[in-house]
Every structure is written in C-alpha cells, then in structure tokens.
C-alpha cells in the first residue's frame, strides 16, 4: 500500500526548532538516497499515525517535495508511543529494496486445540521485492501444526516477486506441549483440618 503524505521543507534543523515542530503537529524527516541532497522534511503527525495503521512501506510525498519514497526508519519517544524522527529513502517503484515485513498467522493450530502453547520465535524476516510491490506481511499457515511441531521461514507464503533473504531454516514457530504444574503437598491441601474438641476432664474426687 502506498500513501500520499503532505511534506514541507524545514529550515531550521536544531533541538529548538524540532521540539518547536512537534509541538505543532509535526514529526521530523529526512529523505536521502540515489545520489542527491538530503532533503529535510516535516510531516504531520496524523498522516505518520496512518502510516502506522496502514503498515505502509512505500510513501508518496507531495507539497514542498515530490517524491516516492520507502519508509527505513522510526525512532521513537522512550514509551514507544510517539514517533520522533522518520527516515525516507528515494525509490523507483521498480527497483529491488530490502527490508523487514511481519508475520502473519493463518489458522488455529490442531496442537493448540489439544492443549499445547503456541510460541513465536520470530515476528518479522527479511525480503527482496520491487518498491512498489512491497508486502504489508507474509502468512504463515499454522492449521496442521501439531504439539511437537514447527514451522520455518521456509514455510512462509511468498507473493509473486518476493525473495525470502532471512535463512529458510529459522524456526519462526512451534507448539510445546504444556507442563502441568506439580501441587506442592498435594496431601496437605486435600486432607480435612483436624477438629480438636476439648473434653471435659476428670471429676474431682
């Protein structure tokens, strides 16, 4: 998916002026790539929130500059809620580009329903594409996977024109069988609390 942001050129690059933009609405940018200028860029928040929605890789910037452009980096607040800088890198929508897409999960796994755990080794692995065909993720189809069982990126669908880069024998996930856990004293726990009654003592002579 490509969508179109509104950029304009910044002047002013220090700590001031960029805390002075996010203050406005804005989050910093720089585009660089194929040779030319870094371009320093400042995009509205709300449209980098939808890139966000989206999983878009591929932009298409329009206002000061216009460009297509590949999405290569978020650095975000300390809470990992805010997006703080973007780096963009020049494409023709026609060239390879490398990058990481996530993984997706198809399916409910027989091993699951037999009351194993399913666990994620690995969340996202690295492709080869053109720019304009970029993946928003790769399916990996889990239905069979059995307790004992694994699946490796090998295993992933790949769209038509998409190279797999990440080593096809990475396990990306398995079942485990789950462990019940041992009752301590199990006796203890299940055995009635003993009843003390008082008697009545012996008569005085």
Same mark, same amino acid.
């Given at each position: 998916m490509t969508d179109?942001?509104?950029v304009t050129k910044r002047e002013s690059t220090g700590t001031a002026a960029t805390r002075r933009l996010r203050r406005d609405g804005h989050v910093p940018a720089v585009l660089y790539g194929h040779g030319e200028a870094n371009e320093h860029l400042a995009v509205p928040s709300a449209q980098v929130k939808g890139l966000l929605r989206h999983h878009s890789k591929t932009v298409q910037l329009a206002g000061d500059v216009e460009e297509t452009a590949l999405v290569s980096d978020m650095q975000w607040d300390p809470l990992g809620i805010e997006v703080l800088h973007m780096d963009l890198i020049r494409v023709n929508l026609k060239e390879k580009v490398e990058l990481g897409v996530p $993984?997706? #999960?198809h399916g409910e796994a027989v091993g699951v329903r037999e009351g194993g755990m399913l666990l994620e080794?690995?969340?996202?692995?690295?492709?080869?594409c053109s720019a304009g065909s970029i993946p928003d993720h790769l399916v990996l189809e889990i239905a069979e996977l059995g307790v004992g069982q694994h699946k490796l990126a090998s295993d992933l669908?790949?769209?038509e024109g998409v190279?797999?880069?990440t080593d096809g024998d990475v396990v $990306?996930? #398995?079942i485990e069988a789950q462990r019940d856990e041992e009752i301590a004293e199990a006796g203890d726990s299940l055995a009635e609390p003993e009843v003390i009654s008082k008697g009545s003592g012996d008569a005085d002579e």
């Amino acid at each position: 998916m490509t969508d179109v942001i509104q950029v304009t050129k910044r002047e002013s690059t220090g700590t001031a002026a960029t805390r002075r933009l996010r203050r406005d609405g804005h989050v910093p940018a720089v585009l660089y790539g194929h040779g030319e200028a870094n371009e320093h860029l400042a995009v509205p928040s709300a449209q980098v929130k939808g890139l966000l929605r989206h999983h878009s890789k591929t932009v298409q910037l329009a206002g000061d500059v216009e460009e297509t452009a590949l999405v290569s980096d978020m650095q975000w607040d300390p809470l990992g809620i805010e997006v703080l800088h973007m780096d963009l890198i020049r494409v023709n929508l026609k060239e390879k580009v490398e990058l990481g897409v996530p $993984i997706v #999960h198809h399916g409910e796994a027989v091993g699951v329903r037999e009351g194993g755990m399913l666990l994620e080794n690995v969340f996202e692995v690295e492709i080869r594409c053109s720019a304009g065909s970029i993946p928003d993720h790769l399916v990996l189809e889990i239905a069979e996977l059995g307790v004992g069982q694994h699946k490796l990126a090998s295993d992933l669908t790949l769209p038509e024109g998409v190279e797999l880069i990440t080593d096809g024998d990475v396990v $990306i996930a #398995h079942i485990e069988a789950q462990r019940d856990e041992e009752i301590a004293e199990a006796g203890d726990s299940l055995a009635e609390p003993e009843v003390i009654s008082k008697g009545s003592g012996d008569a005085d002579e």
